[in-house]
């Protein structure tokens, strides 16, 4: 069974920074493509942006291109999301999903930007 | 980005059909490939993937889902509708990058 399980949200004040894991199971993680998406409260969804196989190529959205990074450990099935300089808009559930066309969805853990 | 709109809430009746629309700003097809894909939300859940490029069915989806459109114009049907369709449901592209969703449709029970 595939399995995408998400930690690390937590609250962090404006201008902070936090890292997000996504621990993946029940398919060979090294083969796929893997994304993060938001979602803000009451709101639509958001693509964050992406990565390779190996991790050698990332894309990301311009509204958070140069704060966040994606990478990905391939021995440890982990993809990561470091956030830096955190704003209030910020604030949303984060997704890791199975490619772009997103076949598998992690549960989401939520990141609240707040002083 | 292109901009996918879609209608903000929809009420049906129970075994009846529901058709959700998606308009693209741009067209989100290559050759024969329309780069359009479904999402059902659920409450206080992760999104599904409900239908891939427009009108394929993934996995485990019953068959009461379709999808069908091309170009700029696509649209999801249920049918018939039940109780646990009652859901939100997103469009997303991949044409172009960033890939975006719409803003989403409220099933309701009318």
């Known amino acids: 069974e595939v399995q995408l399980v998400e930690s690390g949200g937590s609250l962090v004040q404006p201008g902070g920074s936090l890292k997000l894991s996504c621990v993946a199971s029940g398919f060979t993680f090294s083969n796929y493509w893997m994304d993060w998406v938001r979602q803000t409260p009451g709101k639509s969804l958001e693509w964050i942006g992406e990565i390779n196989t190996d991790g050698s190529k990332t894309n990301y959205a311009p509204s958070i291109k140069d704060r966040f990074t994606i990478s990905r450990d391939n021995a440890k099935s982990t993809l990561y999301l470091q956030m830096s300089n955190v704003k209030s808009d910020d604030t949303a559930i984060y997704y890791c999903?199975?490619?772009?066309?997103?076949?598998?969805w992690g549960q989401g853990v939520m990141v609240t930007v707040s002083s | 980005d292109i901009v996918l709109t879609q209608s903000p809430a929809l009420a049906v009746s129970l075994g009846q059909r529901a058709t959700i629309s998606c308009r693209a700003s741009q067209s989100v097809s290559i050759s024969r490939y329309n780069l359009m894909h479904w999402y059902q939300q659920k409450p206080g859940q992760q999104p599904k993937l409900l239908i891939y490029r427009a009108s394929n069915l993934a996995s485990g989806i019953p068959a009461r889902f379709s999808g069908s459109g091309s170009g700029t114009d696509f649209t999801l049907t249920i049918n018939p509708v039940q109780a646990d369709d009652i859901a939100t449901y997103y469009c997303?592209?991949?044409?172009?990058?960033?890939?975006?969703f719409g803003g989403g449709t409220k099933l309701e029970l009318k």
């Open positions: 997303q592209q991949s044409r172009e990058s960033p890939p975006t």
């Open positions: 999903t199975r490619t772009t066309v997103a076949d598998y």
